[in-house]
């Protein structure tokens, strides 16, 4: 990631893909807006324009989160599944995040309603993708009740808000990025930045109160491979 210039262009960009993912990981991991990432690019010597980095960032940052589901090991098959709410033109949404005993993040879902249905869809989605968990711990919210018992007939649903602070700390980059975005625009944008956001972070930011340097760093080297794997995959 260190020589911009390396990888060749992709149709029809004026920049090299190498430059294009260089934009998209600034964003995404440093919690930067586009005029900062604006800025590091100026430093390089690369002028471009907050409007084009927009539009790398809402184009490829899906690509990268896609690769990284792609390649990523099974889940823990105990999850935790919380909502919580955020606020789009002055509209009240709710998001639905779903963790793994490992607290890496499965699956988010923005919707407009914190019901039932809105449970049933949002669980639905994860047992689609990952088969049936082991053990659901949710909040005392009755709503996950019945689809859990619908989807996943045989397991341990724990309903108790005091077992889920992993799931609360997941939240936390979330209400980062509203502050630096000066809240969401529509709910396509938040569905669409939450979904990349979640999952380029979840391969460059390692439990790092569990590793000591050593291990670190070699899974920092490996998040750096895997990125440039990535970016060789780009296409226009």
Known sequence: MNNLAVLPRLKGYRFSRAIISYAVWT???????????????????????????RLWVNRFGQHFADCIRRDRPRPNDKWHIDEVVITIRGRKH??????????????????TRRNAKA????????????????????????????????????????????????????????????????????HRQAQRFLLAHDQINLIFRPRRYQLNAASYRHARSDAFSLWADYTTEMKA
Do not use: C
């Open 119 to 186: 449970a049933k869809r949002f669980f639905k989605r994860l047992v689609v993708r990952f088969g049936e968990p082991r053990v659901v711990i949710t909040d005392k919210l009755r709503s996950y009740i019945k689809p859990i018992k619908t989807l996943a007939k045989n397991a341990d649903h724990r309903a108790h808000k005091g077992l889920n602070n992993a799931i609360e700390v997941s939240h936390r980059p979330t209400r980062k990025r509203e502050k630096i975005m000066g809240r969401f625009k529509s």
């Open 27 to 53: 964003y995404h991991r440093f919690n930067l807006s586009t005029a900062d990432v604006e800025g590091l690019l100026a430093e390089r010597g690369i002028t471009v324009s907050r409007e084009a980095i």
């Open 94 to 111: 709710w998001l639905w995040r779903a963790i793994d005993a490992n607290g890496d993040v499965l699956d988010i879902l923005v919707q």
